[in-house]
């Protein structure tokens, strides 16, 4: 498994564990109030920094333990990432889609925040299992 393939490993179970910490915040929260009315602003935000924290310490530990294995990247690395990265950006247009149209419904802020972050967190799990599958198979027939 190369350096890469670690990382975006770290990244799709970072982005999997947060969002799911969040959704059980917000759930645990509104067993007296409703969903709407639920205090979100934090956890999201504590959610989204924590990802970012799990990810650079899982990525140090991860070069770490695999240090003899090096860290270079060949252009084949360099492509799936990309794709990886184009692939998953289809979630934030929806993301944004979602929220504009979200905005002119003039629904609740909630929904807006949530839909935002569901489709940040859907583009990085499309984007890192384009790469894993990317890895697995012969690239060059994509």
């Not at 509104?30 to 989204?48: K, N």
């Not at 569901?118 to 027939?141: E, H, I, M, N, P």
């Amino acid at each position: 498994m190369s350096y890469e393939e670690r990382n975006v490993w770290v990244f799709l179970v970072v982005a999997v564990l947060a969002y799911a910490a969040y959704v059980v915040v917000i759930l645990s929260r509104a067993r007296d109030t409703p969903l709407t009315e639920v205090a979100y602003a934090g956890p999201l935000l504590w959610s989204i920094g924590g990802a970012i924290v799990a990810s650079i310490v899982g990525t140090i530990a991860v070069s770490l333990a695999n240090r003899r294995d090096g860290h270079l990247s060949d252009q084949r690395d360099k492509e799936i990432n990309r794709v990886g990265e184009r692939t998953g950006q289809s979630f934030v247009v929806i993301g944004a889609l979602g929220a504009m149209v979200l905005a002119m419904l003039e629904a609740d802020w909630f929904w807006i925040a949530n839909a935002i972050y569901l489709c940040f967190v859907l583009s990085a799990v499309l984007g890192s299992l384009t790469k894993l599958a990317a890895y697995r198979q012969d690239f060059s027939t994509w």
